[in-house]
C-alpha cells in the first residue's frame, strides 16, 4: 500500500513538471501556404542562405540506383525548418531519413518582400542519381526527368 502511495505521488510529480513545461506549437502557427508557387514566388519570401546536400546511401551508389523525395517544409519565422513531412519517395524508404535530415539543416533569410518574416509551407524535391545509374527508366516514372 505504501509503494502504490508512493508511485501514485512521484507520477503526480512528473505529470507537473510535465505541463508546466513551455512549449512550441507549430501546428498554431499561420504559414503561406506556397505548395502549389513557383519558386520564383517562394524567392519573395525566402532565399535559401544554406543547404545541406543529403547523404547518397552507400548500397545505392554501389549498385547506381537512382531515386526521389518529395517532402513538404515548414519555415518558421527564424528562417529554419519547423517540420519536415514526407510526401512520396522512390524507392520507398530508401533516400527518406537522409533527405529529412539534409533539409533539417537548411536555413532561408527573409526575403526583402517579407519584412515580417512570415513562416511558409513549401514543397521540396530532392533527386539522387548517378552516373549509369541503372534504373533510370524507374526513376524518370517515379521522379520526372529534372535532374
Known amino acids: 500500500m505504501k509503494l502504490a502511495l508512493i508511485l501514485c505521488a512521484f507520477a503526480f510529480a512528473i505529470s507537473g513538471c510535465q505541463s508546466t513545461s513551455p512549449q512550441t506549437n507549430a501546428a498554431a502557427t499561420q504559414y503561406v501556404d506556397l505548395t502549389q508557387a513557383s519558386s520564383q514566388e517562394m524567392a519573395s519570401y525566402w532565399v535559401l542562405k544554406h543547404r545541406e546536400e543529403p547523404r547518397y546511401p552507400v548500397e545505392m551508389a554501389k549498385n547506381f540506383e537512382a531515386g526521389c523525395v518529395k517532402l513538404l517544409l515548414a ?12 510526401l512520396q519517395s522512390y524507392p520507398q524508404d530508401v533516400f527518406d531519413f537522409a533527405s529529412a535530415e539534409a533539409v533539417g539543416k537548411w536555413r532561408w533569410t527573409a526575403a526583402s518582400s517579407n519584412p515580417q518574416h512570415q513562416p511558409v509551407l513549401t514543397i521540396v524535391d530532392l533527386s539522387f542519381k548517378t552516373s549509369g545509374s541503372r534504373n533510370l527508366k524507374q526513376w524518370q516514372q517515379h521522379c520526372g526527368t529534372a535532374s
Open 75 to 86: 519555415i518558421n519565422a527564424d528562417g529554419k525548418v519547423d517540420y519536415v513531412k514526407l
